[in-house]
């Protein structure tokens, strides 16, 4: 199918309306969370409607409908990032949760009491990430690493908000045992090498956590392919519902890992002074899960399957190549991170000189409008930049080249609205 | 067009030249206050000084980074409290609590409040709300501690 955004448009209901007393709604929040096509909120609606029940205890026909939906729905989760095995899929309720999960688990396994579980953490090892990193990709391993007495380091960022890759030698070395770095900035759109960085960790010895959280919705991501051993991703900012995020890793990492959280349906036998677990996913969900959530993403990810991620890919590289010399052009303004497409996904954060983003993001609202203002949960890297907070533009498929003039247009508002 | 109603003169103006800003020494107590949604944040200094047994704000100071309602609001703050009695300087800020509350909906009290009835508009918006809190509470914060923990 071609691509046109006037047809896929019309699959957001949402985007009809209008707001602050009638004017068009401007969605550019997007790497925030994103909107729902009619598709996925009709889905859920049905299965609400229809087939409602929990799964894989219940005897009836509902909760075999139900079961079928929500294993339906890891099956399509699973091809769609490129992997034919889906227990290697498992259900969290949005990427903090699936980072924490593993931060958790590796914990677990570093306990005294573990039978020497080859996963577990020491004192003197050690644990990269980098300074672009989410929060939720940063605060689970500095508790991870105050635990086990591991140790936390970073790769640095440098002033086109690359990874400062110079020190790659020394920073990943024998006693690292896991790199946790992002694939796709949330503030500076940066790409980053994942490939290569897994192929230094692996060469170390080192395992490899990848947030994916703004690059599996906006195009073409096989975890196989990236070289990772965990991949975190959320439903939310993908089309789907919010409550529903994913984990990814590599079936013998999952047999390895011990539970996170325990309770219901993770188990395999249960008496009173001890469990034995179900095989992964099973044993990394316990208690009842977002059941329509999950089959609110098999949808979701239907729909960007059917709308073909290359072509979404396309469509932002065709937003940002309007956006960011638009934004360039602009007195005072800068852009934080990469100011040219190469390598780089569609959320720009930006600075204008004199006017702080919650008055600038208030001034886009008032015109309908709607952006980010703030540290976007990643504080330490507006420290790096020597930036207190920004405000930041994110494109998705459904956004058109009249909007980047719209933002464009509302920014230079401002600059007047403030007198600067 | 609501931005006005949010963006009074008087808001820009005080943001633009605010009162009493930056850090005076001697003081009694200081506090560190941030908005951690946006990263915005506000040091205050709190000079009490005791006329005829009543605890008197002496001086306020502070330093701080952020968006034009939570600094004009420091500075409107920092001219309401100073030279007031402790008890009637919490009693503005009561006020301007409950106005922070009133979402668009109250008739501020002019004689009270002064320049700081014209942040009735920001009452509107929810996520400006802190913003224009920020001072009032790391002020709050720190005349406890200056009282030493007593009560206001």
Request: with cysteine; net charge negative; hydrophobic share 40%.
């Amino acid at each position: 199918m071609t691509f046109d955004v006037g047809q896929i448009r019309k699959d957001f209901p949402i985007l009809d309306r209008t707001v602050r007393g009638g004017r068009p709604l401007v969605y550019l929040d997007s790497a925030n969370t994103s909107q729902k096509p009619r598709q996925v909120i009709d889905t859920l609606t049905e299965f609400y409607e229809r087939h409602n029940a929990n799964i894989h205890r219940a005897t009836h026909e509902l909760g075999e409908e139900a079961t079928e939906a929500y294993e339906g729905a890891r099956l399509k989760v699973a091809r769609f990032v490129g992997t034919p095995d889906e227990t290697e899929v498992i259900f969290t309720k949005n990427v903090s949760e699936a980072i924490n999960l593993v931060a958790y688990s590796l914990s677990n396994a570093s306990s005294p009491r573990a039978d020497s579980n080859p996963l577990a953490l020491r004192e003197g090892d050690e644990i990269v990430v980098t300074e672009m990193e989410h929060h939720s990709n940063l605060v689970p391993w500095q508790l991870l690493c105050q635990r086990t007495g591991a140790r936390l380091r970073w790769f640095s960022v440098t002033e086109d908000g690359r990874l400062d890759m110079s020190g790659a030698d020394e920073l990943i070395n024998p006693r690292t045992r896991l790199v946790a770095l992002a694939h796709q900035s949330n503030v500076l759109g940066t790409i980053n090498p994942v490939t290569e960085i897994a192929e230094r960790a692996h060469a170390a010895g080192a395992l490899v956590l990848v947030d994916a959280a703004q690059s599996v919705p906006h195009g073409r991501v096989d975890v196989r392919a990236l070289g990772a051993d965990f991949v975190g991703f959320t439903g939310h900012k993908m089309c789907g519902p919010t409550g529903i995020g994913v984990l990814w890793a590599r079936r013998e990492l999952l047999e390895q890992m011990p539970p996170f959280l325990g309770g219901g349906e993770m188990i395999e036998s249960v008496w009173m002074d001890r469990t034995t677990f179900a095989p992964p996913p099973h044993k990394f969900e316990a208690g009842t899960m977002p059941i329509a959530q999950a089959v609110g993403l098999g949808a979701a990810v239907d729909y960007l399957t059917e709308v073909g991620p290359d072509a979404i890919r396309e469509h932002e590289q065709e937003l940002l190549r309007k956006a960011l010399p638009a934004l360039a052009e602009i007195d005072g303004l800068r852009i934080l991170g990469p100011t040219t497409p190469e390598n780089r996904g569609s959320a720009i954060s930006f600075e204008v000189d004199g006017i702080h983003p919650h008055d600038l993001s208030q001034v886009l609202d008032d015109r309908g409008v709607a952006v980010r203002a703030g540290h976007h949960c990643a504080w330490p890297l507006h420290r790096k930049l020597g930036v207190q907070a920004s405000t930041r533009a994110s494109f998705y498929l459904y956004n058109t080249p009249a909007e980047v003039d719209a933002l464009v247009d509302g920014i230079r508002y401002a600059k007047q609205f403030f007198k600067v | 067009m609501q931005l006005e109603s949010m963006y009074q003169e008087i808001i820009l103006d005080h943001y633009r030249n605010p009162h009493h800003k930056g850090l005076r020494d001697p003081y009694d107590a200081e506090v560190y206050h941030v908005n951690p949604t946006c990263g915005d944040e506000v040091t205050v200094r709190v000079t009490l000084k005791d006329v005829g047994g009543e605890q008197v704000v002496e001086d306020v100071s502070y330093e701080g980074l952020g968006c034009s309602i939570s600094q004009a609001s420091t500075s409107v703050m920092s001219d309401l409290v100073i030279g007031q009695p402790v008890a009637e300087a919490m009693k503005i800020g009561d006020a301007f609590l409950e106005l922070m509350k009133s979402k668009g909906q109250a008739e501020p009290d002019e004689d009270l409040l002064e320049d700081a009835v014209a942040f009735a508009g920001v009452s509107k918006y929810p996520a400006r709300i802190k913003c224009a809190l920020l001072g009032w509470m790391a002020w709050k914060d720190a005349t406890a501690r200056a009282l030493g923990g007593q009560d206001g």
